[in-house]
């Protein structure tokens, strides 16, 4: 039977039994009863739907669909079948290609079909792209004439409900939001979810399922949503269920825990996308990235990364983006290999990739530091961090020009410059070049809002603050102030000439008493244990060398490198112990003959709040819009 994603009407004939009994079940005029499996040990209640082939399509009370094999049922069951006569030999059922795929693959006759994934068959992909030079072409992002509509959103069932996920599918236009209500042992906890027709401005909800989930991605079928544990404590998010919504009521189909060979956090599913209707991507916190075949559940390839690294797929869905030890890189999806390669500019903490909406930039958080790679070449555009407000975690790219951290803060990449405070967004995320911010509101229902970011608003600020003469504390031809007696004296003239020369190209001249202080600094050494992958690992003498711009006492800006490398090229006859050894020897000078300083930094705030008014402005996510 054709494995299509649509609803379709099948026509079947039944031969039964060798009686050559003709027939198919009227829904309304059945009752609900008891099927047993031939075994004896699985049972459930339902009423008979139809029948297709040598299969029984069952619909239990709380709507679900299952399909029985023929073969595994009871004879009682069978009798009863062979007197289900009737003059309508047609019947629709509801196909998918998340049904069971055989009797091999089934666990129990009711319930949803449990899955035992066996890596031994996943190809296994290296971090190492064959070509050293990185060369893609970046292909045009087709016009579309798609505008989606915001989506209000029911009520909260309950003062403590909150919203647990927000997913996009632009193939589908459809998007789902997902609720979970945690008793904390008192009562059944409870998740939900919320369809969302972009195109329609329209929303359907689930009824509450036991259980806490959170929705992570949304078929391109729009029907079928990827659902994960949602549980307090590490190792609680590693179970994956494929949901759908037949009425109010919540099929679940296919079950499976991806990662169940790592222990404690590390099982844990990080981040999953739907590559095309038939291929979903995954990442664990231990940084296991795999493609899995979507109806079985099967893991196709996997690669490595450092733990906590989160990967991003490409607006066109061939390319998924990569940030591992010092190494940033390109996977191919239909390919399954690594295409391009590049260094980082030290080993970043925790990064989180996203690609803009026209695919041709990488944007990525790093704990405290945004970096923007071009994707074409690799190059890194942007690398900086924005004091007084903490990015580490989920990040968007809603425009080739800015970057939305953590939901909230929107940064403009040019200038460096916190722009924009968007307040009470409980979750976000850019698809098809707009992006989508949630909120829960209350029981009168919240709002899931389609915006253009940045919003008119932020765009009619920038031009204004842009003016403005006090805005940037640094800027070309701003006085500063050069401060190396943290470097160790024997090399302060080599930095002094090193900072001179970037600061003359700025046009900034350097004075004693200027109120703007960069300030150079060298810590070490420290003795620290290195791996490389495939290489093994090393002791090392690690030296931090540091640069910061200081403004009245306060940071402004900061960066930093080391002197061991994150990828080693060796040279003939050097191995890798030969290679640590001389890195070991003394700190990494150079970095102040390569560091590229900011073209401007902003105005720090005297606001200690996380966030508090660091921005430029602010506005509140509601259910009536941006206030």
């Not at 049904?99 to 129990?108: D, I, K, N, S």
């Not at 893609?136 to 647990?164: H, I, Q, W, Y």
Request: a neutral charge.
């Amino acid at each position: 039977m054709s494995r299509s994603l649509g609803k379709r009407v099948v026509f079947f004939s039944l031969l039964l039994m060798g009686l050559g009994l003709t027939f198919a079940a009227a829904v309304a005029a059945e009752e609900f009863r008891t099927w047993t499996d031939s075994t004896g040990k699985f049972s459930l209640r339902a009423k008979l739907d139809s029948v297709e082939g040598e299969k029984v399509i069952l619909l239990r009370e709380n709507g679900q669909r299952m399909t029985i094999p023929m073969k595994k049922l009871s004879r009682a069951d069978l009798e009863f079948l062979a007197q289900r006569k009737t003059d309508n030999p047609f019947q629709p059922v509801e196909d998918s290609f998340f049904t069971p795929a055989g009797p091999a693959r089934e666990v129990a006759v009711a319930g949803p079909r449990l899955v035992k994934v066996d890596w031994t068959r996943s190809q296994q992909v290296l971090l190492q792209a064959g070509d050293a030079e990185w060369r893609v072409t970046v292909p045009p992002v087709p016009a579309s004439n798609f505008r989606p509509r915001s989506v209000p959103l029911p009520g909260k069932t309950d003062f403590f409900e909150g919203l647990c996920g927000l997913a996009i599918n632009p193939v589908a236009k459809k998007a789902v939001v997902g609720y979970k209500l945690d008793k904390h042992g008192r009562e059944e906890s409870t998740s939900r979810i919320v369809i969302c027709d972009l195109e329609q401005g329209r929303s359907m909800a689930s009824t509450p399922t036991e259980g806490l989930l959170a929705p992570l991605a949304l078929h391109d079928d729009g029907r079928h949503v990827l659902m994960r544990r949602d549980e307090f404590g590490f190792g609680n998010l590693d179970r994956l269920e494929i949901w759908s919504l037949q009425g109010k009521n919540v099929v679940r189909s296919l079950v499976w825990t991806p990662y169940a060979d790592a222990q404690h956090g590390a099982r844990d599913v990080m981040w999953a996308e739907f590559i095309n209707a038939d291929t979903l991507a995954t990442s664990s916190r231990g940084g296991k990235v795999a493609l899995w075949n979507v109806a079985t559940a099967e893991p196709i390839c996997h690669f490595q990364l450092d733990d906590g690294a989160i990967p991003a797929l490409s607006p066109d869905r061939k390319w998924i983006a990569f940030c591992s030890n010092d190494t940033v890189g390109l996977f191919d999806v239909e390919k399954r290999e690594v295409i391009a390669t590049r260094q980082t500019p030290r080993r970043l903490q925790w990064p989180a990739l996203a690609f803009s909406p026209s695919g041709r930039k990488i944007g990525c958080t790093a704990f405290d530091r945004i970096l923007v790679w071009d994707t074409a070449s690799g190059k890194l555009e942007k690398d900086f961090a924005t004091p007084g407000i903490h990015i580490h975690g989920a990040v968007d790219f809603p425009d080739d020009g800015f970057i939305l951290a953590v939901n909230q803060y929107l940064i403009e990449l040019d200038r460096q410059l916190k722009l924009w405070h968007y307040q009470g967004a409980e979750a976000a995320h850019t698809a098809g070049g707009m992006t989508f911010l949630a909120t829960t509101g209350d029981q009168r229902g919240g709002l899931l809002m389609a915006a253009k970011l940045p919003h008119p608003q932020a765009t009619a600020l920038l031009k204004k603050a842009l003016n403005q003469p006090d805005l940037f504390v640094f800027h070309q031809g701003t006085p500063v102030q050069l401060d190396v007696n943290g470097i160790p004296p024997d090399r302060q003239t080599r930095v002094t000439e090193a900072l001179t020369k970037k600061l003359k190209a700025l046009k900034c001249p350097v004075e004693a008493a200027a109120p703007v202080v960069v300030a150079a600094s060298v810590e070490g050494p420290k003795q620290r244990e290195i791996s490389y992958m495939h290489s093994g690992t090393y002791q090392v003498q690690e030296y931090v060398t540091r640069l910061k711009i200081n403004y009245q006492g306060k940071t402004i800006w900061e960066n930093q490198s080391t002197n061991i490398p994150g990828f080693v090229h060796l040279k003939e006859g050097e191995n890798m112990e030969s290679h640590l050894r001389e890195a070991s020897q003394e700190p990494a000078y150079g970095f102040y003959d390569n560091i590229t300083l900011p073209e401007f930094l902003q105005k720090p705030s005297d606001d200690q709040r996380p966030g508090g008014g660091q921005t430029l402005g602010a506005s509140r996510v509601t259910p009536q819009g941006l206030r």
